[in-house]
């Protein structure tokens, strides 16, 4: 069975305080990790898609890695409008397009 | 813009009533999905549709009916064998391509009264 496990459960920073978010998997024939970000009360917004390991993207004060077994989102100094929760999810071959999604980090920035 | 509409923002449910939540996309995407989503865990999968007049069941389809009828909508129905239907509900869509992940709506959150 397909699972994704994102750690810490909650983080909070202060503001400029850099940090990184943990998405760990197992699953059978990775097709592609993805990133979003949730803001409360809504749905979420697409960030990132990695495919392979030792792949990396970039977006302002937010950078995605991907490994065999694990990806991560780093933040640097970030500010009070970081805050959300961040999801992360994979998607594998044959599985017409599904996404098994991570329970998220909720993240809060302090200012 | 191209989008995705859910509507209502918010819905309430009396016990033994069938509701349905409303999902339209304007992105000429081929698949859209209906997740769940409760407080402190992940999005869980309840229906999808790759095709029109073509559905299959999610991880929790149970108490739960979807139609295809058009490309650009996929209502849910939350029926009345749904013990527990108070959740956030969040329609998505996707390309062929899929490079993109989902475009999400901007959710249904159901309470039962």
């Known amino acids: 069975e397909d699972q994704v496990t994102q750690s810490p459960e909650a983080l909070r920073l202060q503001e400029g305080e850099s940090s990184s978010l943990n998405c760990s998997y197992t699953v059978s024939g990775l097709r592609g990790l993805f990133w979003y970000r949730q803001d409360p009360g809504k749905g979420p917004e697409f960030l990132f898609t990695l495919y392979s390991a030792g792949e990396e993207k970039e977006k302002e004060r937010l950078k995605a890695t991907l490994t065999k077994k694990e990806s991560f989102l780093h933040i640097t100094a970030p500010k009070p409008e970081d805050s959300a929760t961040y999801l992360c999810a994979v998607q594998v071959g044959g599985s017409a397009r599904q996404l098994t999604f991570g329970s998220g980090t909720q993240l809060t920035v302090l200012p | 813009d191209g989008g995705i509409t859910q509507s209502p923002k918010y819905l309430f449910r009396k016990e033994g009533q069938n509701v349905t939540l409303s999902c339209e996309q304007n992105l000429n995407h081929d698949a859209m999905y209906w997740y769940r989503q409760d407080p402190g865990q992940g999005l869980r999968l309840i229906y999808y549709?790759?095709?029109?007049?073509?559905?299959q069941k999610g991880d929790i389809a149970e108490g739960y009916s979807v139609s295809r009828e058009k490309k650009e909508s996929f209502p849910l129905t939350v029926t009345s064998a749904q013990k527990n239907p108070t959740a956030f509900y969040l329609c998505?869509?996707?390309?062929?391509?899929?490079?993109?992940?989902?475009?999400f709506g901007s959710g249904t959150r159901l309470t039962v009264v």
């Open positions: 998505a869509s996707t390309s062929g391509t899929g490079g993109y992940g989902y475009t």
């Open positions: 549709s790759q095709i029109v007049n073509d559905f």
